[in-house]
């Protein structure tokens, strides 16, 4: 061993130690899971069905894209000439259309495809959102200088989450909304007709495809973009005037699954649904706390959400609005808006996710951690014996504090002398 230059043997071990670092080590840890959710999702769409392990936070039905099918068998039906809004279009479990008639262009490329195609290439589709919401989101993080951390933990941390899973095993359409909400905060960040442009085709397409990103019209609301707000009733009106004949029934469809699901009052929470509307009465009643349960949920609902978007809101307008919020922002106020319909499975709690993964800092209190490290346990696939109650609980603790690191970072936004960007990259390099 003689030809070892003792006196370099630290510099090689140093190196070796920058290189095995705590932030590689949760790199690899990010692609393992990202190379395991890759197969499972592989044998899952070759098999039409998502093995589920014996206790998973939802139940997979039993066969994958169970709502995309509901599109699929309503594009290839109106193709041929019906109307699936007044007639049996073929839905796998007899349900009524009840989305926007634009939906129905945003699925037209199912006529080109067989179903089986089509599904895989909807999930991986959905998978992308995701992903896509996820590196936007860790964007964010080193724009606001916030603790760095691992880009592969950060999207493993998204794309294979239970709300994740959820959505892409249903084949729901709301990860549509991520793209949508990027492509918005990349219009409000600029000025001009063009961004103005932009910024309103998203929001109003987003409306268009769910009712309650509504919601996110409060941010350019709050910032003052009045020709964005203009822009967006314009594409809002395009949207709605396609098909507009169907609007009547599409509302009657959509008022009835609304109906269904609150015939029984009493109904205890669901663990994979987050609405508070639906919930309010029955998480009361029975307890000390009775009383609460006369306020009826849609009210609970609109004063919490509201409050909370107040209450940022008003934090951004007084910080003067930094550019450099505005996704989590969108982010969260999407997240908020979910928690106020009586039909809000988990599937869409993915916005939650990234709202978090965008503002939550280590600087943060002890409580914020503990919150979010309970709300990772409900993000998680595996789920636990635990009362649905408590679950709900914990989902809108996550909510509320989401909202506080979003304030904070406002705060921070305002107060910041130096580069946001360059703060960042001084925390990677020191961490």
Request: charged residues 15%; hydrophobic residues 50%.
């Amino acid at each position: 061993m003689g030809w070892i230059d003792r006196t370099r043997a630290p510099d090689l071990r140093a190196a070796v130690r920058g290189l095995w670092s705590a932030h590689t080590f949760w790199n690899l840890v990010g692609l393992a899971a990202l190379v395991v959710w890759a197969l499972y999702w592989n044998y899952a769409i070759k098999k039409w069905h998502v093995k589920a392990s014996p206790v998973m936070w939802f139940q997979p039905y039993e066969f994958v894209s169970l709502d995309f099918l509901h599109n699929f068998q309503a594009v290839n039906y109106w193709f041929a000439g019906g109307d699936p809004y007044r007639a049996d279009f073929g839905d796998p479990i007899g349900r009524k259309l009840c989305y926007p008639p634009i939906v129905l262009v945003c699925f037209a490329w199912c006529k080109l495809l067989p179903v089986g195609k089509a599904i895989a290439v909807w999930t991986i589709a959905l998978g992308g959102c995701a992903a896509l919401g996820a590196l936007a989101a860790w964007r964010s993080r080193r724009e606001l200088g916030l603790a760095p951390v691992p880009i592969l933990f950060a999207l493993a941390a998204v794309v294979t989450n239970s709300a994740t899973l959820y959505a892409m095993e249903r084949g729901n359409y709301d990860l549509l909304l991520v793209p949508c909400a990027v492509l918005a905060a990349w219009g409000l960040r600029r000025t001009g007709w063009r961004a103005d442009g932009v910024a309103g085709y998203a929001l109003g397409l987003a409306f268009c495809l769910k009712l309650y990103p509504g919601l996110l019209l409060a941010v350019p609301l709050v910032m003052g973009r009045w020709r964005t707000l203009g822009c967006t009733a314009a594409f809002v009106g395009l949207f709605l005037a396609f098909q507009s004949h169907n609007l009547p029934i599409f509302a009657k469809n959509l008022s009835e699954l609304s109906i269904s699901h609150d015939v029984d009052t009493l109904a205890m929470p669901s663990p994979v649904s987050h609405s508070i509307s639906y919930s309010w009465k029955a998480l009361w009643s029975g307890t000390r706390f009775g009383a609460l349960a006369r306020i009826p949920g849609s009210v609970a609902a609109g004063l919490i959400v509201g409050g909370l978007s107040i209450w940022v809101a008003w934090r951004f307008h007084r910080a003067g609005r930094p550019p450099t919020v505005i996704l989590p922002a969108l982010f969260w106020v999407l997240a908020a808006a979910t928690f106020v319909p009586k039909v809000s499975n988990d599937y869409n709690l993915t916005f939650l996710s990234l709202a978090v993964l965008a503002v939550w800092d280590r600087r943060d209190p002890v409580a914020v951690h503990a919150g979010f490290g309970l709300l990772c346990l409900m993000l998680q696939p595996l789920g636990f014996p635990i009362q649905p109650s408590v679950v709900l609980g914990v989902k809108i603790a996550g909510l509320a504090l989401a909202a506080y690191c979003l304030a904070c970072r406002i705060r921070e936004s305002q107060s910041t002398p130096t580069n946001p960007a360059d703060r960042a990259t001084e925390g990677f390099h020191a961490g």
